[in-house]
Nanobody, 118 residues
Framework: QVQLVESGGGLVQAGESLTLSCAAS????????MGWYRQAPGKQRELVAA???????NYVDSVKGRFTISRDNAKNTVYLQMNSLKPEDTAVYYC????????????WGQGTQVTVSS
């Protein structure tokens, strides 16, 4: 069973930066995609950013140009660098990994709170 350990959430002011990290352990298969989702109160969980093993990335429009996702395949770790944070970025951020092919089962972290004050 894959374990995902997240870190890096917190309370910041608008315009500041945070970096989230998520380390996957106990994985006995190749992790295909790693990503970050978020869920704000009263809203559905949404994909923020994802990265494939070959480093192809995609982002939700609202974070393009401000957030950068990266991964270290050797460490099975994914990072989310969040710059120019806005109050609307406030949410619980969840790490997600998918694998192996072809089923691409989802695995989730416990979530980390990001709060951006105005």
């Amino acid at each position: 069973q894959v374990q995902l350990v997240e870190s890096g959430g917190g309370l910041v002011q608008a315009g500041e930066s945070l970096t989230l990290s998520c380390a996957a352990s106990r994985s006995n298969f190749v992790i295909v995609t790693m990503g970050w989702y978020r869920q704000a109160p009263g809203k559905q969980r949404e994909l923020v950013a994802a990265i494939t093993r070959t480093k192809s990335t995609n982002y939700v429009d609202s974070v393009k140009g401000r957030f950068t996702i990266s991964r270290d395949n050797a460490k099975n770790t994914v990072y989310l660098q969040m710059n120019s944070l806005k109050p609307e970025d406030t949410a619980v951020y969840y790490c997600n990994v998918k694998g192996p092919l072809p089923a691409l089962q989802d695995y989730w972290g416990q979530g980390t709170q990001v709060t951006v004050s105005s």
